[in-house]
């Protein structure tokens, strides 16, 4: 089946780093995409990783990618206020023409 | 600003109306979406579009009529809704259909919030 899990909530200090993790269930996932949603919003592509890299970097942000147990995670380095909202993990999975999304984190940042 | 617009952004209606949601996308993509995003509960995938054909109809209720009159174009139309249709209905659009070899990535409008009382 498909199934994406996430934490629902994790606040961290003004500056300090923050790792968002995600579990999967669908191996055959090729694709993982990393979402954020501000208050009001639509979702914002952040990155996304090949099934086949195990890490992505792209300025604060570095996606680890964990094949084996099929766990992916985002961390942000000196994480800022306007990094609060709402992320999303989501994969391509085995069926086509959708991605499934998880139930998405909430990131406060506390200034 | 990511290319593709929804409107209305905020939208109420009665039970009894009729209404549409319209979605417009400039990126030349092929393959559009309608999403609905409730409070604690996963995207869900509406329809899927390519090339204006309908490819993907995930057990949506037909109080929900989608309309894709050109790849630009997608139209939720509405009728007879129920309060718990009330959400954040999300278009979307990506270059091409997603498939296990393509990294087509998905770009998402900024949502319509609509309210059924």
């Known amino acids: 089946g498909e199934d994406v899990e996430q934490s629902l909530f994790l606040s961290v200090r003004e500056g300090d780093s923050s790792v968002i993790n995600c579990t999967y269930t669908d191996s055959s996932s090729t694709y993982l995409y990393w979402y954020k949603q501000e208050p009001g919003a639509g979702l914002q592509l952040l990155t996304y990783i090949f099934s086949n890299m195990d890490m992505k970097q792209d300025q604060r942000l570095t996606v680890l990618l964990n094949k084996k147990d099929k766990h992916l995670s985002l961390r942000i380095a000196d994480t800022q206020t306007g990094d609060s909202a709402i992320y999303f993990c989501?994969?391509?999975?085995?069926?086509?023409?959708?991605?499934?999304f998880g139930t998405g984190t909430l990131l406060a940042v506390q200034p | 600003e990511t290319g593709v617009t929804q409107t209305p952004r905020h939208l109420v209606m009665g039970m009894t109306n009729k209404k549409s949601l319209k979605c417009e996308q400039h990126?030349?993509?092929?393959?559009m979406y309608w999403y609905k995003q409730s409070a604690k509960k996963p995207l869900e995938l509406m329809f899927v579009?390519?090339?204006?054909?309908?490819?993907e109809n995930n057990s949506v209720p037909s109080r929900f009529s989608p309309e894709c009159p050109n790849s630009s174009h997608l139209f939720l139309h509405l009728h007879t809704l129920q309060p718990e249709d009330s959400a954040l209905y999300l278009c979307?659009?990506?270059?091409?259909?997603?498939?296990?070899?393509?990294?087509?990535?998905?770009?998402f409008g900024e949502g319509s919030w609509l309210t059924v009382v």
């Open positions: 579009y390519s090339l204006e054909e309908r490819v």
């Open positions: 979307a659009s990506s270059e091409g259909l997603l498939t296990l070899h393509s990294g087509n990535t998905i770009y």
């Open positions: 990126l030349g993509h092929n393959a």
């Open positions: 989501a994969e391509n999975g085995g069926a086509t023409n959708k991605l499934i």
